[in-house]
C-alpha cells in the first residue's frame, strides 16, 4: 500500500521560510504526478502547487506564484515544496497527494504569526 509522509511544517513569522517535505513509499513514484494542497480552518482544501511525473511543468495557485516552489527528486520518492516570504493567510494544514487518486498525506501544520 502506498503511503505519504509529509513533514517540514512549523510556526514562523511573516516574511519567513518553510521546506516541506513529502516521502512516497513504493516503487512508483517516478511514475506519479504529485501535488501539494492546503486547508485552512473553515475554508475548502486547495491546490497550491503541482508537478508532472517527469518534473515539469509545473502548476501553481495564484496566490502563490513567485514565493513557493514544487521540485522533487525520484530517487528518493520524496516532493518538496520551498515556501518563502510567508504570509499569516499561508497558515494552514499542507498535504501531498499523488493527483488523480485518493492517496493523501496525513498533513502537515503551518502556521505564519508574528
Known amino acids: 500500500q502506498v503511503q505519504l509522509v509529509e513533514s517540514g511544517g512549523g510556526s514562523v513569522q511573516p516574511g519567513g521560510s518553510l521546506r516541506l517535505s513529502c516521502v512516497v513509499s513504493?516503487?512508483?513514484?517516478?511514475?506519479?504526478?504529485m501535488g501539494w494542497y492546503r486547508q485552512a480552518p473553515g475554508k475548502q482544501r486547495e491546490m497550491v502547487a503541482a508537478?508532472?511525473?517527469?518534473?515539469?511543468?509545473?502548476n501553481y495557485a495564484d496566490s502563490v506564484k513567485g514565493r513557493f516552489t514544487i521540485s522533487r527528486d525520484n530517487a528518493k520518492n520524496t516532493v518538496f515544496l520551498q515556501m518563502n516570504s510567508l504570509k499569516p493567510e499561508d497558515t494552514a494544514v499542507y498535504y501531498c497527494?499523488?493527483?488523480?487518486?485518493?492517496?493523501w498525506g496525513q498533513g502537515t501544520q503551518v502556521t505564519v504569526s508574528s
Open positions: 497527494r499523488v493527483r488523480y487518486t485518493e492517496l
Open positions: 513504493g516503487s512508483s513514484f517516478s511514475r506519479y504526478d
Open positions: 508537478i508532472s511525473s517527469g518534473g515539469g511543468p509545473f
